[in-house]
Every structure is written in structure tokens, then in C-alpha cells.
């Protein structure tokens, strides 16, 4: 299954076609907001019962974030291994968790303002929320996920590191400093979560070129570390880390350039195009 946000509406996507949720169930599903994801089995068992005839085309240039303002952002430091390699810090031995803050959250095609020369992409994997954790045991991580995504966790470098101690929660919450989307897609349409091809680029140049299997904590351990301390909620989101390739790490630096389009991609998530402007 695929759910996707269209003006502003979930629907369900197959292919070109969709599906508005609260229009085909007659109210059963609200349109927005957290009561899909509240009642994810519900909403999983009702599509498997659509007739092929009620989908219809639909534009990309409409889709918007598969959570418009979740309630938690989680994100992840270190979490690949060539990514500690290329910031020569030592792999992390338990996660490092930081926040973007929600209202940095935008759609998969949003045109995205860059607040100054200094801003650095990292794509990664996303998983969104589909049930309550509280203290989630490692076994059973995955029950509480309604399916993953693409993100791109933009970064203001300059403010991100300023001061004596860095302080990720600002430098990457700017407005349209977290494109997600354009699905959340469901575990049985991923074969391997541990196995999916991730990368970024600008027009022919790859910027970022990694595979989930370099993931050092992977989704189940982050949702039982996290939800060790903080309870997860549905629709929340936790982008967990990115592969190496980010412009902070080379030298000379690079950063994002305007008038160009970044796009970000997993295998079989489907891809963010986000003008730069
Ligand atoms: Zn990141």
C-alpha cells in the first residue's frame, strides 16, 4: 500500500492513480491529520477491499507531505558507517538523536528557499509512525511502523555548528528544511529495508550514492532506543541517518546552489524533486 497526500487529502496510490480516502469510505477516514495513521490496520484492511474502478489520474506537482506537521521529528547523526568514515568521527555505540522541528517539514516537490550559501543535503531513509510505542522491544520495531519514505534532512552548516557546542535543532529546521514523501509505502512492498539503494543528485552530478545495509542502527533499534525515553506517536517521523557524499565532508566544501533542482531517491520509495531557489 501506498498513501500519498494529494491537495491536501490522503488517497491511495496504484501507479498514476489514486484514490481519495475520506471521499471513497464516506467519512470513515478524515482526509488529514493523524487519524489514518491512528488507525493504520483499519485503513490497510478497507483498502484491500477497493475496486480497481474507483482510481483515478492524478498530477505530481500535487503531492504533498505524507504528514503535513507531525506532532515528533526524530533524526539520526552517524548512522552510516562511510558517513562517521568521511566526518572522522568513531561510529556511534548508541544513537545520537537530534530534532528537526515540524514546521520544517514540506512536500516531495516543494520549492525550497535557501537561507544563505551554507546549506548542505543529506537524503535518507524515513519511517513514519502507524501505532503508539512505549519502551518497544527491538523484536518488534517494525509493528510500529505504517511504512517508510524519502527525506532529505537539509542543513544550515553555519548555524548547526556555531557556538561552543553544536545545536542540530535549529541549522536543520529552517521552512522546507524536511521534504518527505512522495509515499509512505508499506513493508510488504519492500523486500528489504536493510538492502535499498539511497542517493541524491543535482541535474547529472551525484552527490550522494550509499545503500541501506551501511545503516549502523537500523529501524527496529532506533524505534525500542527512542521509544525507550520518548513514546512515539502515530504519524511521527524519524529520518535515520545519511549516507556519505555531503558537502561538509569534502574538500573544498560545497553547499547548495540556487536555480538548481536537488533530487533524492530510495529504491523503491519513489523520489523527492525539490527546486532550490
Ligand atoms: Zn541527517
Redesign the pocket.
Known amino acids: 500500500m501506498r498513501i500519498s497526500s494529494i491537495d491536501n487529502r490522503y488517497h491511495v496510490i496504484a501507479g498514476d492513480t489514486a484514490v481519495d480516502i475520506a471521499e471513497a469510505s464516506n467519512g470513515r477516514f478524515a482526509p488529514e491529520g493523524f487519524d489514518i495513521y491512528e488507525r493504520w490496520t483499519e485503513l490497510a484492511d478497507w483498502v484491500s477491499t477497493l475496486p480497481a474502478d474507483v482510481y483515478h489520474p492524478f498530477g505530481p506537482a500535487r503531492v504533498g507531505a505524507p504528514v503535513a506537521m507531525p506532532r515528533q521529528v526524530f533524526?539520526?547523526?552517524l548512522?552510516y558507517r562511510d558517513h562517521a568514515a568521511e566526518s572522522n568521527l568513531p561510529e556511534p555505540d548508541a544513537p545520537l538523536v537530534f530534532t528537526k522541528f515540524p514546521t520544517c517539514i514540506t512536500g516531495p516537490n516543494a520549492a525550497v528557499t535557501l537561507p544563505s550559501g551554507n546549506v548542505d543535503w543529506?537524503v535518507?531513509l524515513v519511517a513514519v509512525i502507524g501505532k503508539r510505542a512505549d519502551r518497544a522491544a527491538e523484536d518488534h520495531g517494525w509493528d510500529y511502523v505504517a511504512g517508510l519514505t524519502v527525506g532529505q534532512?537539509l542543513?544550515e552548516r553555519k548555524v548547526q555548528l556555531a557556538g561552543p557546542a553544536p545545536q542540530f535543532g535549529l541549522g536543520?529546521s529552517f521552512p522546507g528544511f524536511g521534504p518527505i514523501g512522495p509515499a509512505v509505502v508499506t513493508l510488504d512492498e519492500i523486500p528489504d529495508p536493510g538492502n535499498l539503494a539511497i542517493g541524491c543528485s543535482l541535474g547529472d552530478e551525484v552527490l550522494q550514492k550509499g545503500n541501506t545495509s551501511d545503516l549502523i542502527f537500523a529501524v527496529p533499534e532506533l524505534i525500542a532506543r527512542i521509544s525507550a525515553i520518548c513514546p512515539l506517536l502515530p504519524g511521527d517521523v524519524i529520518?535515520t541517518?545519511?549516507p556519505a557524499g555531503v558537502g561538509a565532508a569534502r574538500t573544498p566544501q560545497r553547499f547548495l546552489p540556487r536555480d538548481a533542482t536537488l533530487v533524492s531517491y530510495v529504491e523503491g520509495l519513489g523520489e523527492l524533486r525539490n527546486p532550490l531557489v
Open positions: 533524526a539520526i547523526g548512522n543529506e535518507e534532512d542543513s536543520k529520518f541517518g545519511t
